[in-house]
C-alpha cells in the first residue's frame, strides 16, 4: 500500500511503498498541473525502521524536521510515515501478522516519548499518533494473545 507524505515545501510529495521486505520512496514536485519524478530510494525494512527510529531522536533532541531523500517532512508526513512502518496497510487486514520485535520495540519506545513528541509536534498530529498507537498495540496483543492460546 502506497502512502503520500507530505512535505515542508507545498509541490512537493513522497510516495512511500512497502513490498518484499523493502521499502520504497519516491520524490515528486509539481509542475503545472504534472508531477516530475525528482528522487527514488529503497531500503531493506530494518534498516528503514532504524532510520525512521534515528530520525525521531535527531527530532526530539535538536527540533529539526526530519528529511527523506534530502525532503523536509511536515508533522503530519512524518507521523503517517512512522505509523505506515509500524504497521502498512496488510497489518490491519483480519488475520494479519502480528509485529515483529523491531516494530513492537519501536511503538513502545514512541509511547514512552510521548510526553517528548508532544512538545515537538501539533497537538493534532500528537493525538492522531496516539490513537493509531494504541490501535495498533491493541490488534498485536490480541493477534499475540491469540496465538498464545493455540499454543497450550
Known sequence: MSKE???????????????????????FKKRG??????????????????????????????????????QTLSDDGFVIETLHYIAPGVFTCPGGPMLDDSRESFLYWLKA????????????????????LEDILRIHLERKGCLEKKGR
Do not use: F
Open 5 to 27: 507524505l507530505l512535505t515542508v515545501c507545498k509541490d512537493i510529495t513522497i510516495y512511500s511503498t512497502a513490498s518484499n521486505g523493502k521499502h520504497y520512496l519516491t520524490v
Open 33 to 70: 498541473k504534472e508531477l516530475a519524478e525528482i528522487a527514488q530510494g529503497s531500503y531493506p525494512m530494518a534498516e528503514y525502521g532504524k532510520l525512521i527510529k534515528t530520525l525521531w531522536e535527531d527530532y526530539l533532541r535538536s527540533g529539526e524536521k526530519p528529511k527523506l531523500l534530502g
Open 113 to 132: 516519548e510521548a510526553k517528548s513528541i508532544g512538545l515537538q509536534i501539533d497537538e493534532k498530529e500528537v493525538s492522531y499518533l496516539n490513537g493509531e
